[in-house]
């Protein structure tokens, strides 16, 4: 990294190439103010502003101290280089209080791709569009030219956009070697658009930019995820086999599990997401949000744990940050001033669709024990439960929301997440449970990293829709890998289904193949269960999910050596095809393959109703992993009959063995003999 000073003009180059500029006829910095107006309904956002002032800052003045390199910025705010190797730091002070829009200009040309914001399902590469960061429901549709996302628009406000993400945050990563992370949690808006130019938007003066470089991907990803954090390795029990998502009470939870096991289907957890009892609202069948097991429901359940123990097998529940008003928990966190307030002190009650819940105040160190402790350790912990789905962490209102922090909810929305995910952290450590327990979740933001043990996409729509469907979890691990978060997982089938659309037979299994070349197998019985395709209700459907399974756990030994690296290193287990082939100009624009670390590529097929794939091979021999048939890099077209997904491995990698046994006991039928 090269800081180069002109008298006022400015540039800092990183691999021989120009990143920023600031020149008295090319400022790189604007200013201004904007006024926002924010709508929210049950999780959507309808955010607009009105830019009041923008104006551009030149340097006026130049000093140089053992902090780095300041510069005056007209009076408005002072800037503060420090380049050291390949990373330089960008501190900004504000002097003009007034100021509440930030826009920052970095070099950019025609060809380069841009990768990260978070966990992103439309685009893998951002070049060519802008990318809000807000944490958010993604929206049900996700694509505005669909019947789906209209009717969802009309009738819930939830239709969604190519942007709207669970999980954003303020960090790329440039095909020019470099990533850029900026300190905030306001909310940004990352344009990608202009082809001399991305110009980052972010609603207030940051404290700060890191741009850090380095000669390959790999290496920069280990920077980037030195910095942001690591997330620890996954439980060795989650190779075992499939974690059942099932529901509905002992009887008909543990007996879905007896018939599972019965068909010769591995399970290594059951997760009951409704432990905690259920209510049924016009979506579906909901939970009861008060983080308890359900004595009625689940009599006995602590026994009926260590019974699953004793089998192998272990036992998943479900909690969230928000408690119901009608719970006791609730009524607990209320009397203890635990919950944020309206400005004026009363109580705020967010609208989750039929029923009404408290924000536990995190921002509270005593209610932030206080949940950690009293809710997540004696309620889930001490009972045995051994895993979770922390979901939600979006909801964070900003109209009339008062925090014990005193920080404005528009500065904390986007920060909710991470420190949701800390508290979860925080409660197994202090157990002495990391390692063994695994908890994951859909919300995120910088600081996930270290803190979110498993990622999982989110709500998907149960259908093969590009920007809601089966695609749209391969483009987001890949994404989230980018951003420093490789562990990543999906509910096998989608969970949505509304306006009649419902999940199939082939979703299910084509969704299956993909997620047994993931870290984690999940079923999910969806939000309506009734309507939806169930794989317990179909013989041949468990059949074939069992030799899915099967290959999952053979493939542990490998996937635990990815899901090391990931740990120790910060390279993600999903990869894109560039961060191990970059010279090869074409991987940079996939983002419907994945490298399973270096040896293995999958290529998912994403749509219905096909028997054959095109696939696009990087330079080298890879071998069929079904057939053993050997191909050579370029574009190849094969057979993909259900459960048979294409994938390749590499013709000398060291773990051929496994692969060929893998072959010789579930490949083709002609592979075989």
């Given amino acids: 990294m090269e800081f180069i000073r002109k008298e006022m003009d400015w540039e ?26 924010v709508d929210m309904y049950r999780g959507n ?27 005056d910025m007209e009076g408005q705010l002072t800037l503060t280089v420090r380049v050291e190797g390949e990373c330089a730091l960008l501190s900004f002070t504000q002097v003009d209080p007034r100021i509440n829009r930030f826009w920052f200009r970095v070099d950019a040309d025609e060809e380069e791709c841009c990768y990260g914001c978070g966990e992103q399902m439309s685009y893998f590469n951002l070049r060519g569009r802008h990318f809000p960061l807000w944490t958010s429901e993604p929206g049900v549709g996700r694509d505005k030219t669909t019947y789906v996302t209209w009717r969802s628009d009309v009738e819930n406000k939830a239709g969604g956009d190519y942007y709207n993400t669970n999980y954003p945050e303020p960090t790329y ?12 949690t306001a909310y940004a808006d990352f344009d990608f658009r202009n082809r001399e130019f991305h110009e980052l938007q972010i ?48 009887e008909r939870s543990f007996g879905l599990l007896d018939r599972t096991l019965e068909k010769g289907i591995k399970v290594s957890g059951l997760w009951c997401q409704d ?15 008060d983080w308890q097991y359900h004595k009625e429901m689940y009599p006995d359940l602590p026994k009926r744990i260590e019974e699953l123990h004793a089998r192998g097998i272990r036992f998943l529940g479900y909690i969230n940050p928000y408690l ?43 209610a932030y024990e206080w949940f950690k402790d009293e809710v997540i350790k004696k309620h889930s912990l001490d009972i045995g439960i051994d895993g979770w789905m922390a979901d939600f962490g979006e909801y964070l209102p900003t109209d009339d929301l008062r925090l014990y922090s005193g920080k404005s909810p528009m500065m904390e929305h986007n920060r909710w ?9 925080d409660a197994v450590k202090e157990e002495g449970r990391l390692g063994e327990v695994v908890y994951f979740m859909r919300a995120g933001g910088t600081g996930s990293q270290k803190y979110c043990t498993l990622l999982w996409a989110g709500d998907q729509s149960v259908d093969f829709t590009i920007h809601d469907g089966l695609a749209t979890v391969i483009c987001a691990a890949l994404s989230a890998g980018m951003t420093g978060c490789g562990l990543s997982h999906s509910d096998i089938g989608g969970y949505t289904s509304l306006f009649d659309n419902t999940r199939t037979k082939e979703l299910f299994l084509r969704w299956s193949e993909m997620a047994m070349f993931t870290p984690v197998m999940r079923t999910h019985e969806g939000n309506r269960p009734d309507t939806n395709f169930q794989y317990y209700e179909d013989e041949d459907c468990m059949e074939q999910l069992a030799r899915l399974v099967d290959i999952y756990t053979m493939l542990a030994p490998y996937m635990k050596v990815l899901v090391k690296e990931n740990a120790e290193k910060g390279i993600p287990v999903q990869r894109p095809l560039f961060l191990h082939y970059e010279e090869d100009g074409k991987a940079y624009g996939i983002q419907y393959e994945y490298l399973l670390g270096r040896d293995l590529l999958v290529a998912p097929v994403y749509l ?12 080298g021999e890879w071998v069929h992993l079904w057939t053993g048939d050997v191909y050579q890099g370029g574009d190849v077209n094969v057979e993909a009959p259900l459960g048979y997904t294409p994938a390749f491995y590499l013709k000398d990698s060291s773990y051929a063995p496994l692969f060929e046994e893998i072959r010789r006991k579930y490949g083709t039928a002609a592979s075989r003999d």
Wanted: proline share 5%; with cysteine.
């Fill in 12 to 37: 800092l180059n990183a691999n021989g190439r120009s990143i920023l500029e600031c020149k008295g006829s090319k400022p790189m910095i604007y200013v201004g103010y904007g006024e926002e107006s």
């Fill in 45 to 71: 956002f309808k955010i607009e502003d009105y830019v009041v002032e923008r104006r551009p800052l030149h340097v006026t003045g130049i000093t140089e101290g053992p902090e780095g390199i300041s510069m």
């Fill in 173 to 184: 990563v440039s095909s020019r070697h470099y990533y850029l992370h900026v300190d905030s």
């Fill in 203 to 250: 609603w207030e003066v940051p404290a700060s930019i890191r741009i850090e470089a380095a000669p390959t991907f790999v290496e920069l990803l280990e920077k980037l995820t030195a910095f942001l954090g690591r997330q620890p390795e996954l439980p060795e029990w989650v190779y075992n086999g499939l974690i059942i998502g099932v529901q509905g009470g002992n």
């Fill in 275 to 289: 432990w905690c009892g259920k209510r049924v609202t016009s979506f579906g069948k909901r939970l009861q949000w």
């Fill in 324 to 366: 119901v008003n009608d719970g006791v928990l609730y009524e607990e966190g209320k009397a203890k001033g635990y919950f944020a307030t309206k400005g004026d002190g009363s109580d705020y009650l967010v609208d989750f669709g039929e029923f009404y819940c408290g924000v536990v105040d995190l921002t509270n160190p005593d």
């Fill in 417 to 425: 997440p991470a420190l949701w995910a800390k508290c979860n952290y």
């Fill in 608 to 619: 219905e109703a096909r028997e054959d794939w095109d696939v696009y091979l990087p330079e």
